[in-house]
Antibody, heavy 121, light 108 residues
Framework: QVQLVESGGGVVQPGGSLRLSCAAS????????MHWVRQAPGKGLEWVAF????????YYADSVKGRFTISRDNSKNTLYLQMNSLRAEDTAVYYC??????????????WGQGTLVTVSS | EIVMTQSPATLSVSPGERATLSCRAS??????LAWYQQKPGQAPRLLIY???TRATGIPARFSGSGSGTEFTLTISSLQSEDFAVYYC??????????FGQGTKLEIK
């Protein structure tokens, strides 16, 4: 079965950096685009970034553009999110999610359990 | 940016009754809309995509309808496991996805 397991979260000071990982199994990782979606404590969902199946194209929410970098290693079945210049408003649970074709576009059919990032001094 | 607005924020319904959740888009998203369910401490789960197509393994009591700017998620006979938060998401403006703020479905 599909499994997505995030890691790398923790407490970091404002301006600091953190790298999240998402280990994938149960499907052909190299054939699917992948997303990062976050959820601030007690709040709703916010899409963060997307990477195509082969890493050829990457897209970001305006709120993280220029600070976050999404990448993947298909040989390791792993997705990454490098987060730099972190701010208090980046505090959230970060989920990785698998892309799937949905009528007219694409959505997210499997999600990991998330990893908590807390930005605080 | 396409803004998604869900109503109501909280819906109180008794088990066995029908629940109707609404989602409105600030501009047309055609039928490019998905619904997700999230239980406390869990990741979201895809319920519906294409406004009305159930995802794999989703019970038939969940149904979606609408197009353009107005959408509805209906749960025909609420089971105890259905009490959760529900989010709509537009993917028409790919990859600029946007979610609604959520509707909390609670037991009356």
């Amino acid at each position: 079965q599909v499994q997505l397991v995030e890691s790398g979260g923790g407490v970091v000071q404002p301006g600091g950096s953190l790298r999240l990982s998402c280990a994938a199994s149960g499907f052909t990782f190299s054939s699917y685009g992948m997303h990062w979606v976050r959820q601030a404590p007690g709040k709703g969902l916010e899409w963060v970034a997307f990477i195509r199946y082969d890493g050829s194209n990457k897209y970001y929410a305006d709120s993280v553009k220029g600070r976050f970098t999404i990448s993947r290693d298909n040989s390791k079945n792993t997705l990454y999110l490098q987060m730099n210049s972190l701010r208090a408003e980046d505090t959230a649970v970060y989920y990785c999610a698998k892309d799937r074709v949905c009528s007219g576009g694409s959505c997210h059919d499997y999600w990991g359990q998330g990893t908590l990032v807390t930005v605080s001094s | 940016e396409i803004v998604m607005t869900q109503s109501p924020a909280t819906l109180s319904v008794s088990p066995g009754e029908r629940a109707t959740l609404s989602c409105r888009a600030s501009q047309s998203v055609s039928s490019n809309l998905a619904w997700y369910q999230q239980k406390p401490g869990q990741a979201p789960r895809l319920l519906i995509y294409g406004a009305s197509t159930r995802a794999t393994g989703i019970p038939a009591r969940f149904s979606g309808s609408g197009s353009g700017t107005e959408f509805t998620l209906t749960i025909s006979s609420l089971q105890s496991e259905d009490f959760a938060v529900y989010y709509c998401q537009q993917y028409n403006n790919w990859p600029r996805y946007s979610f609604g703020q959520g509707t909390k479905l609670e037991i009356k």
